[in-house]
């Protein structure tokens, strides 16, 4: 019989199985948007170089790690009943390089820019909404203008939300049930005892 209390695509009548309605607490998107900008350039200022790197460096890659930030953000109500959302976004970038001697490094760097976006604004609540952000940063044309400094062109993708932590009323089916793990493979240890003691003739 099939395992029906396990994630999947639902088979039939939707409402078989509902067994209870659970308070489940949750970030609620209100609105969000993505942004895709290709080969825009950048002038990345490096930290953290180690010392033991010997110049001349060569660029080989930036992408973007950690929390993506938006700050200064300024908020004004339009008359569609949206809002102007205004902010700037800070990236932060981890630079890859080889120096003189051929070793590889890293070096760390930011991308900041002002972005303006149109949002449906939650109205006033005791729980407040707040901004979320994502971007997904890659380079790999690049050349160092200095020590500690490298003008790249890159792309990103960035997404932004308006998130309220809310407490929503959900139906459910109950618990998960998970089935029993399938191993991939023979281990090595078996396939090595099933060789034969001999080769065939």
Request: hydrophobic share 40%; net charge negative; glycine share 6%.
């Amino acid at each position: 019989m099939a395992n029906t209390l396990r994630a999947g695509r639902i088979a039939g009548d939707p409402t078989r199985g509902l067994c209870e309605r659970i308070c489940i607490e949750a970030a609620r998107v209100f609105d969000g948007c993505r942004e895709t900008v290709n080969n825009q350039n950048y002038v990345l200022e490096l930290n953290g170089i180690p010392p033991q790197a010997v110049a001349p460096f060569t660029f080989v890659e930036a992408v973007n790690y950690g929390e993506t930030l938006i700050e200064n953000v300024s908020v004004v109500s339009l008359d569609s009943g949206k809002s102007r959302v205004s902010g700037d976004i800070i990236i932060p970038v981890i630079v890859t390089f080889t120096d003189s001697l051929s070793n590889t490094y890293t070096a760390a760097s930011t991308i900041r820019f002002h972005r303006d976006f149109v949002l449906n604004i939650p109205n006033r609540s005791i729980v407040p909404y707040k901004l979320e952000v994502f971007a997904a940063f890659i380079s790999r044309i690049g050349n160092f203008i200095g020590e500690n400094a490298v003008s790249v062109s890159g792309c990103y993708t960035l997404v932004v939300k308006v998130i309220v932590m809310t407490d929503i009323l959900v139906p459910i089916y109950g618990n998960c049930v998970y089935p029993d793990c399938v191993e991939c493979g023979r281990g090595v240890c078996n396939e090595f005892t099933s060789l034969p003691l001999f080769p065939d003739v």
